[in-house]
């Protein structure tokens, strides 16, 4: 489904695009105007063709611990994208703990992604506008960086973390079994022919729309009234200030 062929593309148009820039310093650098005037000619010949020629964009699904500015760049080409990671190293990316040079963190991509709502992305050159992005954020990580990221202020006060569904399962250590078998390849098989199904299905258009049955948006609605109790305050489990602000107002939608 995603191999395009881009690849030998991509390359070729590098190169012209490298072959340009060697042109524009030969031009600015030589002394006699007529090989400056064929220089320049030769440059804005291939800058045209260039032009007219759209840039081939490898198809991408996966992205690792990116910065916010790379993962705006990544959403605009793509529209579409996962952020996995196993590390988290994500995480203090966004608190403004690395690459920033005030130390400011950089939320608004990873909240209005959670809705699909547009976003505007300012750069010296150009301005990107995402209109619908659709982002997936799956992180593996060790405890100490989910208490850190639990203690953040900012994450919960912004809602990132109202945003999220955290699972925390007990320790199997002392009771793991030893020498389990591995995936049979049949299981391993349908597993790949369900992901590529679903890619199929998602590059076909640019919105996929899930109508649920009369049953299943009447027990929707019956949780919401489960929840919604829960929710006070002073009387609900899921009201506490203590726990993660906003949190309980979101389960429902998740």
């Known amino acids: 489904v995603w191999r395009l062929g881009g690849r030998g593309k991509a390359i070729g148009r590098r190169g012209q695009e490298e072959r340009l820039a060697t ?5 600015a650098r030589a002394d006699d105007d007529e090989e400056r005037a064929g220089l320049e000619r030769e440059a804005g010949d291939l800058a045209e063709r260039l032009e007219c020629e759209p840039a081939t964009i490898r198809p991408r699904l996966l992205a690792g611990d990116v910065t916010p500015e790379t993962l705006g760049g990544l959403l605009a080409q793509h529209g579409r994208l996962a952020a996995i990671d196993s590390e988290g190293g994500i995480i ?40 619908k992005p659709l982002l997936a954020v799956a992180l593996l990580v060790q405890p100490v960086l989910l208490h850190d990221l639990l203690g953040d202020a900012e994450f919960a006060g912004r809602g990132l973390l109202s945003r999220c569904i955290i699972v925390s399962p007990p320790t199997r250590l002392g009771r793991r079994e030893i020498a389990t078998p591995g995936v049979l390849a049949e299981v ?19 919105r996929l729309e899930i109508h649920c049955s009369t049953d299943a948006d009447e027990a929707m609605r019956a949780f919401e009234r489960e929840i919604e109790p829960r929710l006070h305050p002073q009387e609900g ?6 726990l993660l602000p906003g949190w309980g107002g979101k389960l429902a939608g998740q």
């Open 23 to 27: 042109i524009r310093k030969r031009a």
């Open 188 to 206: 391993a098989g349908r597993y790949g022919a369900a992901l590529l199904a679903i890619l199929a299905a998602t590059r076909a258009t640019d």
């Open 92 to 131: 203090p990316t966004l608190a403004g703990r690395r690459y920033s040079t005030d130390g400011s963190s950089n939320l608004d991509l990873l909240l209005k992604s959670w809705a699909g709502e547009p976003v505007r992305i300012d750069r010296r050159d150009r301005c990107d506008v995402i209109e």
């Open 237 to 242: 489990d899921l009201g506490d200030a203590r």
